[in-house]
């Protein structure tokens, strides 16, 4: 275990040494070039590793993959768009498919909700006790997914009518008057997957909270102050004067959960694995490949997903030339 | 000799007050209906992770058999114990938590020092391209990492790779440069551009701009960045997964999952246990590093 931490250190102090020599000795060699040479390349001393780190585990294997999309599962036979007809026309993935659809809309729509509400309400209370509640809340994204799921997995948990139950959902239920229920293979009304998204929504309403307490701040009292003037309550004054002014977060927060939530794997892979259809595309993916060892479908499936990115790529790059501009 | 004669008014002129409203002292304005449902929400979103806490204490036959909630309220007439610590820590959790260090700290420092230097040349060096390739990496902020697993893991296989701890810094590194490169730029584009150019003036290269000048300044920025980055490759599952695998190197989400997958709901104190070691400290550094957490936040989104 020793020997263990040894070489644990020893990683780190090798791994970033290296980086920061491999740095200087570039510099170094670039700042011996004649003058017009030096200024060439000298942008390139600094931006080139970070874009030889990008181009290689990025772009280079996204190219690949899609490549691969269109070859066999072992990745060495021309099979054309087969593996995307397979998935066409396979029930389980329009599952997998409404499944996703079904998370990239719930959640965030309910993180923000639920983060809106909690940044207005604890925006009233006292510093201090506006401080606690926010931590409070925020804390579960310092938590891993998996840890999320451990956590959850044990409220859901089901034991045999009769005995006492130890998942608190149930115990809840039971003390409502009702049986206890393996909730996690429920599909009715997708019960189960909601459950899970549950999970998803508790990890990110911090962020969401975070965020837009931030804008509201930010809302200038004066607007608020006309509105009141005018006659306005509480509900009109939130509605028609602050929401339309954060706005703007409102809809950062969202494109970032939904980013968040197109890859969501953890959650599913270590609670039902897919199964009790609850799959998503992340989760497929893995099975596919790790289970299947299908190169070829997982790849397709992956690409899939890469084309639901793209709209989402093409409004953030959009925004960001628009916001650049107006530097 | 002249010297400017100072007049002194020898009338006392008091300052007028300025007319502005002096904002009045921050105090509640919440009433019980506000105050009530915040309570509520609170303890919702608290009560999953006590139960975590509250059961790994317990012993494995309590904790199967009857609720958490019941030790909570009798905390005297129930048993307690350390036990599933000790045993989850003696079954490889423990190698697993300096496998995790082992992975996450360099994961974390090398992309900064890295995305550092590119923010730098995008932010203050002119040259070819550079508009080009930043627009790239901000198209790269949305693309799931999941599309360049399979070639990835062919790569490291023909290095030898795959399973060691080198896989998953390359990985991450990678993985991370879009974000890192995007909110330090931002942060570095706030630097004063004044105290640049007077470094420019006196001759400085870009090299000693970066080192002495713009990286100490940029501290929060990267203080931002590195518990981002410490707490999403801490926290990962998949990469580890895939790049390091279950095992001797196995970190502890890795591990955990383990437990979670292979119990069939009878070792439920172990699998509590296990999570509440894996949280430890990702919560404990988000607790005391809360304010440069929620600054990265919010660096990406509201721009000012």
Redesign the interface.
């Known amino acids: 275990m020793t020997f263990k931490i040894i070489n644990a250190l020893l990683a780190i102090v090798a791994g970033i040494g290296v980086t920061l020599a491999i740095f200087w000795l570039f510099n170094w060699l670039v700042e011996r070039l004649p003058g017009r040479s030096e200024r060439v390349l000298k942008p390139w001393v600094f931006v080139g590793p970070a874009v030889l780190l990008i181009t290689m585990i990025l772009i280079y294997p996204a190219v690949r993959t899609i490549i691969l999309s269109f070859f066999d599962r072992s990745g060495t036979e021309f099979v054309g768009l087969e593996n995307y007809a397979n998935l066409a026309t396979d029930p389980a993935f329009h599952t997998t498919l409404i499944n996703t659809l079904l998370w990239i809309i719930v959640v965030p729509v309910s993180a923000v909700v639920l983060g809106l509400l909690v940044a207005i309400l604890a925006d009233r209370l006292a510093p201090r006790g506006e401080k606690i509640t926010k931590s409070m809340i925020f804390m579960p994204m310092a938590i891993s997914m998996v840890g999320a799921s451990t956590i959850w997995l044990f409220i859901y948990d089901w034991n045999p009518p009769g005995t006492d139950q130890i998942g608190l959902l149930n115990a809840i239920v039971v003390a409502l008057g009702g049986e206890p229920q393996v909730w996690l293979q429920i599909q009715t009304l997708k019960l189960n997957s909601l459950l899970l998204m549950v999970i998803l929504i508790w990890l990110q309403v911090g962020y969401a909270m975070v965020l837009i307490s931030s804008a509201i701040k930010g809302v200038p009292e004066e607007t608020v102050e006309a509105a009141r003037i005018d006659g306005a309550n509480e509900i009109q004054a939130f509605f028609r004067i602050i929401i339309p002014q954060i706005w703007g977060t409102v809809v950062t927060v969202f494109v970032t959960v939904l980013i968040g939530v197109m890859k969501v794997f953890d959650i599913v892979y270590v609670t039902t694995n897919g199964l009790y259809g609850t799959n998503v595309i992340a989760n497929d993916f893995f099975v596919t490949l790790f289970q299947f060892y299908d190169n070829g479908r997982a790849s397709a499936i992956v690409v899939i997903l890469l084309i639901a990115v793209i709209p989402v790529m093409i409004y953030q790059v959009r925004r960001f030339r628009a916001e650049e501009a107006m530097k | 000799m002249s010297t400017p004669v100072q007049v002194t008014p020898t009338t006392n002129v008091t300052p007028v007050k300025a007319a502005k409203k002096k904002p009045p002292k921050?105090?509640?304005?919440?009433n019980w209906i506000?105050?009530l449902?915040?309570v509520i929400?609170?303890v919702a979103?608290?009560?999953?992770?006590i139960?975590?806490f509250v059961?790994s204490f317990r012993p494995r036959d309590d904790?199967?058999?009857?609720?958490?909630?019941t030790a909570l309220f009798n905390p005297f007439s129930s048993q307690w114990t350390m036990q599933n610590y000790a045993d989850v820590i003696g079954d490889g959790m423990?190698?697993a938590f300096?496998?995790s260090?082992?992975v996450t700290?360099?994961a974390t420092?090398?992309p900064i020092?890295?995305?550092a230097?590119?923010a730098?040349?995008?932010t203050f060096?002119e040259?070819p391209g550079?508009d080009v390739?930043f627009?790239?990496?901000?198209?790269?902020?949305?693309?799931?990492?999941?599309?360049?697993?399979?070639?990835?893991l062919q790569?490291f296989g023909r290095f030898d790779l795959v399973g060691t701890?080198?896989a998953a810094?390359?990985?991450h590194?990678?993985?991370g440069?879009?974000l890192a490169?995007f909110i330090l730029r931002a942060y570095m584009?706030t630097l004063p551009k004044a105290v640049i150019e007077s470094a420019k003036i006196d001759g400085a290269?870009?090299?000693q701009t970066?080192w002495k000048l713009i990286l100490p300044m940029s501290v929060p920025a990267l203080a931002s960045f590195a518990i981002f980055q410490f707490?999403w490759v801490?926290?990962?599952?998949?990469v580890a997964l895939?790049f390091v695998g279950p095992g001797e190197n196995a970190p502890i989400?890795v591990a955990?999952?383990n437990n979670?997958?292979g119990q069939a709901?009878a070792g439920?104190n172990l699998?509590?246990a296990?999570?509440f070691l894996?949280?430890i400290l990702?919560?404990a550094?988000?607790?005391v590093m809360?304010r440069y957490f929620?600054r990265g936040?919010?660096a990406g989104?509201?721009?000012g």
């Open positions: 921050e105090q509640s304005r919440a506000v105050r449902t915040l929400v609170v979103f608290l009560i999953p992770t139960g975590l059961t904790a199967s058999s009857t609720g958490w909630w423990g190698n300096v496998n260090i082992a700290i360099p420092v090398i020092l890295i995305a230097m590119a730098y040349a995008f060096i040259f550079r390739i627009i790239v990496v901000v198209g790269l902020l949305v693309v799931p990492n999941q599309v360049a697993f399979v070639p990835l790569l701890f080198p810094w390359i990985a590194a990678g993985f440069m879009p490169i584009q290269s870009h090299y970066f707490l801490w926290n990962d599952l998949l895939i989400t955990l999952r979670l997958m709901g439920q699998v509590t296990g999570g894996s949280m990702p919560i550094v988000f607790l809360q929620v936040l919010t989104a509201v721009k």
